[in-house]
Nanobody, 115 residues
């Protein structure tokens, strides 16, 4: 399994960014995005299932949108109205359809939001 992320970078508060992840090596069920700041646990940001259902961290509801292209095994995260507290390393996450509960991770991409 391989997850390759792109996007991220440094922006000002209120700006937008889009993260993109391409997965390969299996058929995937849940796919989504997590983030982590130094000294804290990795937290779920947004996830999307094969049936189209999505779930978001409360702090990003209304600002972030997760989307999948199932046939291409990709998942994207459109981030709007970014805040300094969104600064973190963002990780693409996927679980195999037939092995749910085992997490696979991308290498991580830094998102920095300045006030």
């Amino acid at each position: 399994v391989q997850l390759v992320e792109s996007g991220g970078g440094s922006v000002q508060a209120g700006d937008s960014l889009r993260l993109h992840c391409v997965a390969s090596g299996s058929i995937f069920g849940l796919m989504g995005w997590y983030r982590q700041v130094p000294g804290k646990r990795r937290e779920m940001v947004a996830i999307a299932n094969l049936d189209g259902t999505t779930r978001y961290h409360d702090s990003v509801k209304g600002r972030f949108t997760v989307s999948r292209e199932i046939k291409k095994d990709t998942v994207s995260l459109q981030m709007e109205t970014l805040k300094p507290e969104d600064t973190a390393v963002y990780y693409c996450n996927a679980q195999k359809l037939l092995e749910p509960g085992i997490d696979y991770w991308g290498q991580g991409t830094q998102v920095t939001v300045s006030s």
